[in-house]
């Protein structure tokens, strides 16, 4: 998916697609909508019981809150999406849903740069690891603040490796489930991955879905679920 996305050519027009009543730029939106229920269901059927607050970190075009809607969920959404591009078309699809127009970073700055994908915006990213990018400055919000501002109940984090800037520690004990994308963009990352895995099962989660390196792919994605009265 990921050498197909980088190829395909995204342009300010915008379509519906009648199929999953969402607007799009072409297909590299639609195949992120598609991938939705295979990606994120297991994640789904634990969040529709958890804490009413989901944050959804890299929330795109809004394709996945629309899944979380469209799967019964019904409490309070926020949105973390920087590109401007992505934004305008995440508003048309959740217009009554909030979205903080910034990325979040694990460092203590107010702006920064926002390398955008070769020719997809589904691969945007705030760490530069090595192809020549166009980049946009971007409003900061800072982890450590967002993780204080609502007793969350659940996470979703896509965000093309700045997950690796952030402690993960800070995670909140309201959160129930976490579903984290992570990269390896950087051979590196590999072991940044394993860190933050082995700090969510020292909080008290346990593995739903396990993350498995696959260097090729470039990605893997993997869900945590809180043990019942962890650290208690």
Known sequence: M???MDNEKIGRKISFDKEWGLWHRGPGDIVIIREQPRTRGSFAKIALTANPFL???G????????YMRDKGYTGKTVSVEPDPNNVRV???NCPNETLIEAAITGINKRKGKLYLGPKCPAANTLVEYGRKKNTV???LVSWKSLMRKHPWGSIKSDIQG???SFDWSLVPATVQVLCLEYHFYKSEWVDEMWKIHNILLGLGFEVQRK???NLRMGFTEAVYKRI???NT
Do not use: M, Q
Request: no cysteine; hydrophobic share 40%.
């Open 2 to 4: 990921t050498e197909f």
């Open 55 to 57: 944050l959804d970190l």
């Open 59 to 66: 929330g795109h075009i809004g394709s996945f809150v629309r």
């Open 90 to 92: 995440f508003k048309k």
């Open 137 to 139: 400055d971007v409003k």
């Open 162 to 164: 700045a997950e690796y």
């Open 211 to 213: 993350p498995v390196v």
């Open 228 to 230: 019942p009265n962890a």
